[in-house]
């Protein structure tokens, strides 16, 4: 890749912002890119993301391999994030935007946990903090290239998620999250779509299939053979090839599809592993993961 120059012959690598709520992990995910090469400031205030590419550039970082960390200290954050951005993209680089967040219920567990009170609380309770925080964030989420929700991750899955996404940069095109989940237990929330497959027959009836997951061969057949499911495929492969292509052209590099059935068991994990397996053979990236399998 060629990186863009700045103003004194410099180049400006294209690099990841890391941002998202207090206690979600950035700085878990800053440690992941650390281990996998890349140059990565944590902590950094916005108005300082020019100067970080610059000096970058000076240096010949590696291109598309240096992250900054930002957290809102401030209630310019917004004002400031959104304008180095508009700076860095206005000097010819490519920025993307990493955004982690959790449940309000699991941030107050790992604030409680490390007994240390929420940054933007100030007199205030831990829940008027995440509050508050989640209010200034709600822009720079909505407008994210990557949402990552780490309510029901550790440390060791969302470092193998932060591995998945940037691991491999050179190489082009979407980059695809399939996951199964069960409408039971809620929608995820990093979703960009979803896919609803309780329209076909539930395994869970059928005795011999009830222990089994979509991953197994009788259920996986089971559910193939019903009427409509390879219709359905079919569709939404189409589908999500247009959605691809309009994805990259609008710069996004990460999407996250949700194939949900009643229970997250049967019919949405081998309905997942299906679509995942038509993308791959489209020249996708696909990453899978099922939810909900061994909540039952």
Same mark, same amino acid.
């Given at each position: 890749?060629?990186?863009?120059q700045?103003g ?7 690099f990841?912002?890391?941002t ?6 950035r ?34 970082l ?8 930002v ?11 959104n304008? &180095?951005?508009?700076e860095?993209?206005?000097? @010819?680089?490519?920025?993307?935007? !990493?955004? /982690?967040? $959790?449940?309000? *219920? ?39 290239d ?11 899955e ?32 990093d ?9 076909l ?8 299939l009830?222990?089994?997951?979509g991953?197994? &061969?009788?259920?996986r057949?089971?559910?193939l @053979?019903?009427?409509?499911?390879? !219709?359905f /495929?079919? $569709?939404y492969? *189409? ?29 949405s ?12 053979e ?5 990453q ?9």
């Amino acid at each position: 890749m060629t990186q863009p120059q700045t103003g004194d012959g410099a180049t400006t690598p294209a690099f990841v912002i890391i941002t998202g709520m207090s206690g979600a992990g950035r700085s878990t995910a800053a440690k992941a890119l650390e281990d996998l090469g890349w140059f990565v400031i944590d902590n950094l205030p916005p108005g300082l993301l020019f100067s970080l590419a610059e000096e970058a550039g000076r240096a010949n970082l590696p291109a598309d391999k240096v992250a900054a960390v930002v957290d809102v200290r401030s209630l310019a954050f917004t004002t400031d994030l959104n304008a &180095a951005i508009e700076e860095l993209e206005a000097r @010819g680089a490519a920025v993307r935007v !990493a955004f /982690l967040e $959790a449940s309000d *219920e699991e941030l107050v567990r790992r604030f409680e946990n490390v007994r240390r009170p929420h940054p933007l609380q100030g007199e205030g309770r831990l829940v008027d903090g995440i509050a508050r925080e989640r209010g200034i964030l709600r822009d720079v989420r909505a407008n994210a290239d990557l949402v990552i929700d780490t309510s029901t991750l550790n440390v060791h899955e969302l470092r193998r998620k932060i591995v998945a996404f940037f691991g491999g940069e050179d190489r082009p095109g979407l980059r695809v999250n399939v996951v199964s989940f069960g409408y039971k237990y809620g929608l995820p929330v990093d979703a960009d779509l979803v896919v609803d497959c309780r329209f076909l027959p539930n395994p869970h009836w059928v005795p011999e299939l009830r222990p089994m997951t979509g991953l197994d &061969a009788p259920v996986r057949d089971y559910v193939l @053979g019903q009427p409509g499911a390879k !219709a359905f /495929l079919d $569709a939404y492969e *189409e589908v999500m090839g247009v959605v691809a292509a309009g994805y990259t052209r609008e710069g996004k590099s990460f999407a996250t599809l949700a194939v949900g059935c009643t229970g997250g068991k049967h019919r949405s994990v081998a309905m997942a592993e299906q679509l995942a397996a038509r993308l791959r053979e489209r020249g996708m990236e696909v990453q899978v993961s099922h939810r909900d399998t061994g909540r039952e």
